[in-house]
């Protein structure tokens, strides 16, 4: 795998944090635990974490814009990305790299603006892609070991959090973000 990464994505320089404005998420396997449900009726049920929630709160008070790019449709995703207040939601999107440049030309940035958390093959050529790459720690076989980050912590429990985190500190913004949503529900 590490041959793999070498040919597909060379080492690169050092991250410029401030330059990050836009992280996006796959949702299956990582804003859930990838499980699907299906109710009696046929509705299609998801189980996200709250700690992953109180993140995108935390972002609210930040420059950075939010995304969710999967390849599947879920009424579940819509509402809880609505809740979320996730800028942009793309859902049925098989080519995931293609719909990031779209965004990417939309918005007037570019791949070394973006993070991507991703945790199975269909998401590896936007990882190999953007700026910063991350993964849940239970990923598909082989994504850890291609990608920048991997967090302790498994999709649908807390990665995303802790990826959130890990970029709010980065950029320095951390406590400032943290005190921002203290006082938004004080």
């Known amino acids: 795998m590490k041959v793999l990464r070498q040919i597909l994505k060379p080492q690169k320089a050092a991250v410029d944090w ?18 699907i449900i299906y109710g009696n009726e046929g509705q299609e049920l998801k189980d996200f974490d709250a700690r992953d929630g109180l993140g995108f709160m935390m972002l609210r008070s930040t420059d950075i814009q939010t995304a969710v790019i ?3 449709t879920s009424e579940a995703v819509a509402r809880r990305c609505a809740d979320l207040k996730i800028d942009h939601v793309y859902q049925k999107i098989p080519y995931k790299l293609k719909l990031a440049e779209e965004l990417l030309q939309k918005l007037g940035l570019g791949f070394e603006n973006m993070l991507f958390m991703g945790d199975d093959w269909n998401d590896f050529p936007l990882m190999m892609a953007v700026a910063v790459s991350v993964c849940p720690a239970d990923a598909a076989d082989g994504i850890p ?39 938004r529900i004080s």
């Open 18 to 35: 401030d330059k990050i404005k836009l992280l996006a998420f796959d949702c299956d396997g990582v804003l859930t635990r990838g499980g």
């Open 70 to 72: 999967t390849g599947r």
């Open 145 to 183: 070991h291609l990608v920048d980050y991997v967090t302790h912590a498994k999709g649908g429990q807390g990665a995303v959090r802790e990826c959130i985190e890990m970029v709010l500190k980065n950029k320095g913004i951390y406590e400032q973000a943290i005190q921002a949503y203290l006082a």
